[in-house]
């Protein structure tokens, strides 16, 4: 009787009820329409939500745990969505890492992982495979919590770069003693902005001119130096004739050590490990590269 009356199928009674039987059955009534009202309820709602999509999307979690040499963006605020789409921009893998469900649900068909969660904790970073990813960068309105970021990550990796936001020039030593390589304050960096509009306003339209996405003909390009031609050291940028044979300007030097030279002279050193900033066209930095990064023949 019990199937009979929940199914709704209504067949008649096998016995005539005593008046506890009725009033058993009414109440028996009542619960089936409240659990099948209940169910249909959450089952739309998982529709509506796209939370069916949630569960059967698992190989997003797959997705993670295989990603390397990837960088994990800790919110996504304004400044974490113009991280996203620069790193877009280089075709670099990335994580994002944030709170808000309903930031969650609205990029989970995205190609890019996205993972709901608080970033200060262990297990999330490690969900986020910290322990091979290339670069952290915490972009949280609270300085705080980049701060907890910032502790979190350095003990899971401690060769992790790692870059955060802070509002407070007060938070910037603390910060760094928690180990963040570099720190950016969106509000000093934009106000220095708009002041060089108004000081060099031709300056800044030149810089905007040059683009690092590969977008316009002449682009800024860092290219590292892992081999010297003819395997000859003490060779020089002259020696090298790198603007005769590649027709790139080199605006900028950055030695092994960490030194940084604006403009080198024609006399200054190439040495295995460095760096060069130069100022060209894809097909010059492609020569550029050719030259610079060539194996050595056995």
Known sequence: MTIITMSTVGFKEIHEFSNAGKIFTIIL??????????????????LLEGEI?????????????KME???????????????????????????VIDQ??????????KKSVFMEGDATRDEILLKANIIKAKALISTLPVDADNLYVVLTARSL??????ISRSSDESTEAKLKFAGVNNIVMPEKVGGAHMASLVTKPDVIEFLEHLSIHGDEPTNLEEIVCTYIPDNKPNKTIDDLSIRKNTGANIIGYKSPDGKFILNPAPDTEVIP????????????????RDLLQEPLKV
Request: charged share 15%.
């Open 157 to 162: 990796n401690p060769k992790l770069f790692i």
């Open 29 to 46: 009534i009542i619960l089936s329409i409240s659990i099948y009202a209940y169910s249909i309820t959450v089952i739309t709602s998982f």
């Open 100 to 109: 808000s469900h309903d930031t969650f649900m609205k990029n989970l068909n």
């Open 53 to 65: 999509s949630y569960f059967l999307l698992g190989y997003r979690s797959k997705s993670r745990r």
């Open 273 to 288: 490990g460095s760096k060069f900033f130069i100022l060209g066209t894809k097909e010059q930095a492609g020569k550029m």
């Open 69 to 95: 040499n990837h960088v994990i963006i800790c919110g996504y605020g304004r400044n974490g969505q113009q991280v996203a789409k620069e790193l877009e921009a280089y075709n670099q893998p990335y994580i």
